[in-house]
């Protein structure tokens, strides 16, 4: 059973970091395509950032470039996204992202096949 495990959020005060892992299980993810994707109340899920299988190429939505960067452990079969100088409009649940049968990267949520549970972020002022 294929399996997504987000960790790492919780809450914490403006300008503060905050180090999210996505553990993958159940097959092998490692060469693949993975994401990061996050949901506010009453918004739509949106794209935060997205790697390559090899890690290579990285892509970031413009409100998160330049504070957060998406990482992976391909041996662990593990991605991370450390998320720096947080702003109270970067609360949301964090869903990891997998692909399942392709090394680049995408920005749509169609792209990718398997998620996570999620993982609540709260930024307060």
């Known amino acids: 059973q294929v399996q997504l495990v987000e960790s790492g959020g919780g809450l914490v005060q403006a300008g503060d970091s905050l180090r999210l892992t996505c553990a993958a299980s159940g097959r092998a993810f490692s060469g693949y395509g993975k994401g990061w994707y996050r949901q506010a109340p009453g918004k739509e899920r949106e794209f935060v950032a997205a790697i390559s299988g090899s890690g290579i190429i990285t892509n970031y939505a413009d409100s998160v470039k330049g504070r957060f960067t998406i990482s992976r452990d391909n041996a662990k079969n593990t991605v991370y996204l450390q998320m720096n100088s947080l702003k109270p409009e970067d609360t949301a649940v964090y869903y990891c992202?997998?692909?399942?049968?392709?090394?680049?990267?995408?920005?749509?949520?169609?792209?990718?096949?398997?998620w996570g549970q999620g993982t609540q972020v709260t930024v307060s002022p």
């Open positions: 992202a997998a692909r399942a049968g392709s090394a680049m990267i995408t920005l749509e949520r169609a792209g990718y096949d398997y």
